[in-house]
């Protein structure tokens, strides 16, 4: 079992900018993928971004060039640096940890959400 707890979301004005934290119980270098997703509401849940062990990352289309996703494995802990905040960015932030065996998906993690507000 792996617990996950973001931090850092808040309320800011459009055209700023917010550090989420997720901070994990279990070695994250012994997840194959960790990363943040985001919920509106009357929306579906959606992948904002994503780094594998190896460090790999990718980020969805609407958050390419402003979002950068991080990690530090010594802390055990994932960031999502989020600039340039749109009022559209406004949602439930979710960090998430998956763990693959014999290539099938084995573990699905979540943590407890973290509100993002951007103001207009």
């Known amino acids: 079992q792996v617990q996950l707890v973001e931090s850092g979301g808040g309320l800011v004005q459009a055209g700023g900018s917010l550090r989420l934290s997720c901070a994990a119980s279990k070695k994250i270098n012994s997840i194959n993928v960790m990363g943040w997703y985001r919920q509106a509401p009357g929306n579906k849940r959606e992948l904002v971004a994503t780094i594998t062990s190896g460090g790999s990352t990718n980020y969805a289309d609407s958050v390419k060039g402003r979002y950068t996703i991080s990690k530090d494995n010594a802390k055990n802990t994932v960031y999502l640096q989020m600039n340039s905040l749109k009022p559209e960015d406004t949602a439930v932030y979710y960090c998430?940890?998956?763990?693959?065996?014999?290539?099938?998906?084995?573990?699905?993690?979540w943590g407890q959400g973290t509100q993002v507000t951007v103001s207009s």
């Open positions: 998430n940890g998956r763990i693959m065996v014999v290539g099938t998906l084995k573990y699905d993690y």
